[in-house]
T-cell receptor, first 114, second 116 residues
Framework: DGGITQSPKYLFRKEGQNVTLSCEQN?????MYWYRQDPGQGLRLIYY???????QKGDIAEGYSVSREKKESFPLTVTSAQKNPTAFYLC?????????????FGPGTRLLVL | AQKVTQAQTEISVVEKEDVTLDCVYE???????LFWYKQPPSGELVFLIR??????QNEISGRYSWNFQKSTSSFNFTITASQVVDSAVYFC?????????????FGKGTRLSVIA
């Protein structure tokens, strides 16, 4: 089945540790996105990528890094510089790289700080 | 700047009641897209509908209907004869085509609880 997978479902981070969230899609979509969701809040864009080897910062990129070496994969690293990383992280993809394309979402990763 | 407001934070209805979720948006673009997504307790966002700014026709899909009015910058979502499975958080979102730095801006969501 085509879709977007995210792993792990739950992730625990110790103080000062970098952690990487995985996002893979087999929909042949060009564009991929990372969002952060805090309780009672909407989704805020962290990074997005419209093509392999290129990505742009979203509204809350500080403390995060990404890479896009393959079309199917868009991993997100939460660095130690992100002081409040506890949140629900959602990955999305869209076939259109232009604005207005429908984004389809993965199941999410819940990150907790120990 | 683009902005989406969902004024209703939480709504509770009894099963079989109709319910309308409000969405008001702000944009300076003449070309834009509006979306509704459903987030069930599992957490994954499920796409429901996309409309472009040039198509003001109302749309109906089963028990779901959408009312798009450019004059009031609103894109409201109605569920007819609600069911317990409709319980979720619903997000409205906006994408400007010509301007704006963010591909898609979300409202803060409306949590709908349908009680049996």
């Amino acid at each position: 089945d085509g879709g977007i997978t995210q792993s792990p479902k739950y992730l625990f981070r110790k103080e000062g540790q970098n952690v990487t969230l995985s996002c893979e899609q087999n929909l042949n979509h060009d564009a991929m996105y990372w969002y952060r969701q805090d309780p009672g809040q909407g989704l805020r864009l962290i990074y997005y990528s419209q093509i392999v080897n290129d990505f742009q910062k979203g509204d809350i990129a500080e403390g995060y890094s990404v890479s896009r070496e393959k079309k199917e994969s868009f991993p997100l690293t939460v660095t130690s510089a992100q002081k409040n990383p506890t949140a629900f992280y959602l990955c999305a993809s869209s076939i259109e790289t232009s604005r207005g394309g429908t984004q389809y979402f993965g199941p999410g990763t819940r990150l907790l700080v120990l | 700047a683009q902005k989406v407001t969902q004024a209703q934070t939480e709504i509770s209805v009894v099963e079989k009641e109709d319910v309308t979720l409000d969405c008001v948006y702000e944009t300076r673009d003449t070309t834009y897209y509006l979306f509704w997504y459903k987030q069930p307790p599992s957490g994954e966002l499920v796409f429901l509908i996309r409309r472009n700014s040039f198509d003001e026709q109302n749309e109906i899909s089963g028990r779901y209907s959408w009312n798009f009015q450019k004059s009031t910058s609103s894109f409201n979502f109605t569920i007819t004869a609600s069911q317990v499975v409709d319980s979720a958080v619903y997000f409205c979102a906006l994408s400007e085509v010509g301007t704006g730095n963010t591909p898609l801006v979300f409202g803060k969501g409306t949590r709908l609880s349908v009680i049996a």
